[in-house]
Nanobody
């Protein structure tokens, strides 16, 4: 199983980025997916998650209204569209998958992790 995250980079405050997570080795139609992030000196925290069967989504309060998680079945890929970015969004972003289709918000809820992609928001 591999989760390959990409799309990070340097962006100015107020800008946008779209992260992608391409998954191989498992069918995302049977797995829940999520995005987490880890800022320097901080613990990894929940950002967004999606229930693969129902398309229900859930977001951390800090990103609600600015970030959107979505998927492409044909490409077995999950996306995180990030708008109105702030300096406090600077972090390494990780995608994750869990064997339960339900939404999970804890690191321990997930079985598989990508390698992370760095997002830097300049002020």
């Amino acid at each position: 199983v591999q989760l390959q995250a990409s799309g990070g980079g340097l962006v100015q405050t107020g800008g946008s980025l779209r992260l992608s997570c391409t998954v191989s080795g498992l069918d995302l139609n049977s797995y829940g997916t999520g995005w987490f992030r880890q800022a320097p000196g901080k613990e990894r925290e929940f950002v967004a998650a999606m229930n693969w069967r129902t398309d229900n989504t859930y977001y951390a309060d800090s990103v609600k209204g600015r970030f959107t998680i979505s998927r492409d079945n044909a490409k077995n890929t999950v996306y995180l569209q990030m708008n109105s970015l702030k300096p406090e969004d600077t972090a390494v972003y990780y995608c994750a998958a869990r064997t339960s289709g339900r939404i999970g918000v804890r690191n321990s809820d997930y079985n598989y992790w990508g390698q992370g992609t760095l997002v830097t928001v300049s002020s």
